[in-house]
């Protein structure tokens, strides 16, 4: 098959060389360098295949990261025929997503966003749509409590949900993914739909199911191939599952929707949804013409905002409980301060000022885990000159964050599982502006708060109730730190015991 052809590093050197030569046999691609003004540099690119030979699309981010050593902090990679800039360290991406904010601000949507999105939603659109998309997502979730009260509330009775499930096995080892998965998207659930739903549930369990293997897929090597060349789509088995699951979970969230619609109470607003509705019918009274508030709008940005709020903080826990596991020393120190400071009563974020070095360890965990490796690609919105180089307008920009996350220049041990990276001599905790884990400017994570609230409740409360050892057999040593390659990069499939401390 076409797709296994893609599975390692050799493979997809050998199917893009042929794909090549027959491509070049009825086209001659010339790649023009002749510019008056200087352009990033970079290695040299073959015709059609660009950098491919150069580059293992199953760790991308680190063959970017090479690359940025040879060339330098902003640089320009060929995938195939289309020209990207990479930008690489710290300062740069600082200065490019923060200083240049406007500059580096617009979404490149590639053709397999595209397929997901056509144009609508918050995450993959640009222009007045997407600013009144995010604008509306942004002060709906603050409404419904995003950073609030009220979502810590929500957060600490999914907690309680979540301890049973694990108390369920009895120290026996398990893959814990798919039931963190779920009290993390039960959290984003009860602001989007107004309800949490029973892990058992088999509607929201394939929901979850299928958005975890899509955003895998997304940065399998067959996708970033489709993107390249989009007339490969049909021939890829990664393409047609991708596109499978989107439009299965698309069905569910209309199944919602529809229900909601229903039940709507113009005087009551339940969650997002109401609130769009609400928001849709009040805009079509005033007769408000080419308005952004429709059907496409409401079930991609709720589609959007689902797949992020499940995906990322999930990931981002299963690393922390693999951690823990792998290095017991420090699991032995959060539980010492933990229950130093909060005994066994239930943990609140006013907490988290008194416990440093467990906030420390999440946010090594962030920043170690570093599961957004690139960020959700951007695009120039205007010609720049950036750093001396002339970058065009519409032109596809990585933020490499794994360069800012493990920058040499910014971490003491940026490749060790260090808490004290986040801890000064006094042992009390310290931000660092490296710490970038959300990205930044235009586009930073709008569920930031909401994410930073649940990994610190989550966290603080397994740790409390549990003790997380290898499985039988198997030594710390030997649990394995290699992520799944993914879009975002989750642990590998293991399993872990939860061992009751009480």
């Known amino acids: 098959m076409l797709e296994d052809l893609f599975q390692s590093s050799t493979s997809v050197s050998l199917l893009v060389a042929v794909v090549g030569l027959l491509v070049l046999s009825f086209l001659n691609t010339n790649f023009s360098f002749k510019n008056n003004q200087r352009e990033p540099p970079g290695p040299y690119p073959l015709p059609l295949l660009g950098n491919l030979l150069q580059l293992d699309l199953n760790k991308l981010d680190i063959s970017l990261f090479d690359l940025s050593k040879k060339y330098g902090p902003v640089l320009t990679v060929y995938f195939g025929p289309k020209k990207v800039v990479v930008l690489a360290g710290y300062r740069t991406v600082k200065q490019a997503l923060v200083n240049y904010a406007e500059e580096f601000g617009d979404r490149e949507v590639t053709p397999i966003f595209h397929d997901f999105n056509k144009g609508n939603g918050i995450l993959f659109t640009n222009g007045d749509s997407w600013k009144e998309m995010r604008r509306f997502a942004l002060t709906t979730l603050r409404e419904f409590g995003m950073g609030k009260r009220i979502s810590e509330d929500k957060i600490i009775e999914e907690c309680r949900y979540l301890i049973e499930e694990f108390k369920k096995l009895k120290g026996k080892a398990f893959n814990n993914a798919q039931t963190i998965n779920n009290a993390t998207s039960n959290i984003i659930s009860a602001i989007m739909f107004g309800k949490r739903f029973k892990y058992e549930d088999p509607v929201f369990q394939a929901m979850v199911e299928r958005d975890n293997k899509t955003i895998h897929l997304t940065g399998s090597a067959p996708i970033l191939m489709y993107n390249m060349f989009p007339w490969l789509g049909p021939f890829l088995k990664n393409w047609r599952d991708v596109i499978k699951n989107v439009e299965a979970n698309r069905e569910d969230i209309k199944s919602f929707i529809a229900d909601l619609k229903e039940t709507l109470n113009p ?9 769009f509705l609400r928001h849709k019918l009040n805009v079509e009274k005033s007769e408000i013409k080419n308005s952004h508030y429709h059907d496409d709008n409401l079930v991609n940005s709720v589609m959007n905002l689902f797949a992020a709020g499940t995906d990322t903080t999930g990931n981002t826990l299963q690393w922390g409980l693999l951690f823990m596991a792998k290095y017991p020393h420090v699991q032995d120190q959060v539980q010492a301060e933990l229950s130093r400071v ?31 490796p690139i960020a959700i690609p951007h695009k120039t919105s205007r010609d720049v000159t950036f750093q001396g180089y002339f970058i065009k307008k519409g032109t596809t920009v990585f933020p490499l964050l794994t360069s800012v996350l493990h920058d040499e220049n910014e971490w003491e041990t940026p490749h060790t599982f260090n808490p004290s990276h986040f801890l000064d001599k006094e042992v009390k905790f310290v931000r660092r502006d490296a710490f970038m884990p959300f990205s930044a400017g235009r586009r930073v994570c709008l569920g930031e708060s909401l994410a930073r609230m649940e990994l610190f409740l989550f966290f603080t409360a397994l740790l409390q109730h549990f003790r997380f050892i290898p499985p039988p057999g198997v030594t710390e040593e030997e649990l394995d730190l290699t992520p799944a390659v993914g879009f975002t990069l989750a642990p590998s499939p293991h399993e872990l015991c939860a061992v009751s401390r009480q």
């Open 267 to 275: 005087e009551m607003c339940r969650c997002f949804v109401d609130a």
């Open 342 to 372: 909060v005994g066994s009563r239930q943990v609140r974020i006013e907490d988290r000022k008194n416990l440093p070095y467990t906030d420390a360890v999440i946010h090594e965990t962030q920043r170690l885990a570093n599961i957004a």
